[in-house]
């Protein structure tokens, strides 16, 4: 007989396992792997509390000073006791305001003035700059593999153990000067803190979380097929779970049609005809407005295992996502036109951990004459198709396949570099091959 899979149960006895190796394994290191809306910022927030009360003073390591103040606000949300120490910048505005109303929480730019605390938090670019302190017993790197090797050695003296937890699929660490010159080596500055923690420490322990909380059923095994082969994943909600529906009947156009196919199946391809565009392609840009506007206009509703009753999807629930900046400011000018305000539009690489209801893609290489690594890139993909909890439409002109098989990839390849698989061309094939069963084709 088989034994149905509990998602909670699951998602349980791997956390399970991860406190047990951090508050008790003899490892300097331990290692998760986590898929988009797993929980990554739960397990940072329930093993911070959990160390705090065993008596292990703790300092946090995050990427940016968004991801600091809102583990900040989630302590205080379930420890509202508990003294949390956030070191900051000496810019003149270093952090979100609203810790200035959590009363156990003290900031400063000196690490000094917050020794003794319970937990500490801070940006890997400051905890830079922190010398001549007591090594912590322990330390949490939050989006470990967003985090560059360098910014690890900078910080690895502050801590004896430490735990990593991050998104291996999401997009690799970005560095403005190119580190061609240490492809390969161990000690490549530009690699991923996790992947040269590894390559130095292979026997450390490795956990994985083994349930998207985010990703509905119908989205889950297509992300976890094409982006995570080899730390496969489930969704924590089943088919029927979740429905996105309208008040307002469809008129018969693309961008509604599209949006039809989105709530019924989770996934929307609007196919525009094919033709080689500038980057900030105006017809691809309106199609992507465009289909916002009728989301927004047909009452699109969401019923979830959130809510007992159906719950708008008003535009702070919606997202748009690009691959350059300039796009994203066409995206914006175009919404304007519309009336439309209030829907995060963004590149990939700022969307990164953001979660909306519904989000509307620009495709990458939508209109391009050539497929570039930037365009390739398996994390930006990943990203941008893993944002939702309902449904993902994506905006792009047709020919991408064939865009895919004229360029194969021809980056060197280099002595000791660990070939990152699945590679963009493959993950883009088989993206391109579950949204082409939802294909919606327009001629605006």
Request: include cysteine.
């Amino acid at each position: 007989m088989t034994v149905a899979f509990d998602p909670g149960a699951a998602a349980a006895r791997a956390t399970g396992a991860i406190l047990d190796d951090t508050l008790h394994g003899a490892s300097r290191g331990v290692v998760v792997d986590s898929p988009p809306g797993a929980g990554k910022s739960t397990l940072v927030v329930r093993a911070a509390l959990e160390l705090a009360a065993a008596g292990h003073p703790l300092m946090v390591i995050a990427q940016t000073n968004a991801q600091v103040d809102d583990l900040v606000v989630r302590l205080a949300e379930k420890e509202p006791e508990l003294p949390v120490g956030r070191l900051h910048s000496s810019d003149s505005d270093p952090y979100d305001r609203v810790l200035d109303g959590l009363a156990n929480v003290t900031k400063s730019a000196k690490a000094a003035d917050l020794a003794g605390l319970d937990v500490v938090i801070s940006t890997a670019a400051k905890w830079a700059h922190v010398k001549n302190v007591e090594p912590w017993g322990h330390a949490i790197v939050d989006e470990a593999y967003q985090m560059r090797s360098d910014a690890l050695l900078a910080v690895a003296g502050l801590f004896r153990r430490a735990l990593f937890v991050g998104d291996p699929g999401q997009l690799d660490p970005f560095s403005i000067v190119g580190a061609d010159q240490w492809a390969g080596l161990s000690y490549d500055p530009s690699a991923s803190a996790v992947s040269t923690l590894l390559a130095h420490n292979p026997e450390l322990p490795q956990h994985r979380l083994p349930v998207s909380w985010r990703l509905p059923a119908s989205a889950a095994p297509l992300v976890s097929d094409a982006f995570y082969p080899y730390t496969p994943f489930r969704s924590g909600t089943d088919h029927g779970d979740r429905k996105l529906s309208f008040g307002v009947a469809s008129d018969g156009s693309g961008p509604d049609r599209v949006l039809d196919e989105a709530a019924e199946s989770g996934w929307g391809l609007l196919e525009l005809p094919a033709r080689h565009t500038p980057r900030t392609d105006p017809e691809a840009v309106r199609a992507v407005a465009l289909v916002v506007r009728r989301l927004l206009d047909r009452g699109g509703v969401a019923t979830s295992e959130r809510a007992d009753d159906p719950v708008p999807v008003t535009a702070d629930r919606v997202a748009v996502g690009t691959a350059h900046r300039d796009q994203a400011a066409a995206v914006r000018a175009a919404l304007a036109e519309l009336g439309v305000t209030g829907v995060a539009v963004d590149t990939a690489n700022r969307l990164q951990g953001r979660e909306f209801d519904v989000t509307v893609v620009l495709h990458p290489l939508s209109g391009r004459p050539d497929a570039t690594a930037f365009h390739l890139e398996t994390g930006r993909l990943c990203v941008l198709a893993s944002r939702h909890r309902h449904a993902c439409v994506v905006v792009c002109r047709e020919g991408v396949a064939d865009l895919l098989d004229e360029h194969p990839s021809t980056e060197p390849v280099q002595l000791g570099v660990t070939v990152k698989f699945p590679d963009g061309w493959e993950a883009n094939h088989a993206v391109l091959a579950h949204l082409a069963e939802h294909r919606v084709r327009w001629r605006p």
